[in-house]
């Protein structure tokens, strides 16, 4: 004991003392009370924070960084149409090519969001009527012509443009390829003006001589009309 307090000074009492506190908890409970904002980025380990570290609703849209979530860290099916904004797809947001038809839901593309000016021509009803008249009926020739002798190749099969050539006022030849008519028929284009009368004649006379066919259009007297024609072998 003699030796034991001849050793003992200031010093070894309070190391003595300090190890004493840190061993029974005390030490432990002071490091846990950290200055605020003693703890930033630098102290955080790699991969200290998870997932299930993060209180829920934690991570706000406000703290996420300009392009922070890109499309692979998307889950599949995240993204539906509900949560999308009001006009937050706009038309320079989409890929080439990416709505196609069989994305489209029926009626979605209706008459008012189309322009006009990138559709073709749209024949009239009676014009669509004779076409699939003149189909079904199966004529191997059949033409609209206008008034001038021109051949309209959509509403026609087997005439074109250089087959049907009007001689003078309200008389057309026609030219057939690759079989002679046995039989032909004509009809007027009413054209709201008035009563108009139509003949065809196979192996007319000039300027038609056969194996041409000779087409008058009258309102009246001989007068320029436009007509359909069919032709048969």
Known sequence: MRRLRGSLTYANVTATLALFVAL???????????????VGA???????????????????????KALA????????????????????????????????????ADDAVTGE????????????????????????ANP???AAVDLEG???????????????VRKSAGVYCISVTGFIPRGAQVTPRNTGDGDVTAYVTIGGTEPCPAPKVEVRTYKGILASEPFYVSLYR
């Open 150 to 164: 021109n051949v309209n190749s959509s509403l026609s099969k087997g005439l074109g443009p250089a087959d049907v």
């Open 140 to 142: 191997p020739a059949f």
């Open 69 to 104: 979530v890109k499309e692979g860290k998307l889950a599949a099916g995240a993204v539906t149409a509900s949560k999308l904004g009001a006009a937050a797809v706009t038309g320079g947001s989409l890929a080439p090519a990416a709505v196609t038809t069989e994305k489209l």
């Open 113 to 136: 969001k189309v322009v006009e000016a990138t559709l073709g021509k749209v024949g009239s009803a009676a014009e669509a009527d004779f076409a699939a008249f003149a189909e079904s």
């Open 24 to 38: 029974s908890g005390a030490g432990a409970y002071a490091a846990q009370q950290l200055l605020p904002r003693s």
């Open 42 to 64: 630098k102290q955080l380990r790699p991969g200290a924070v998870t997932a299930d570290k993060l209180r829920k609703n934690a991570v706000t849209a406000p703290k996420l």
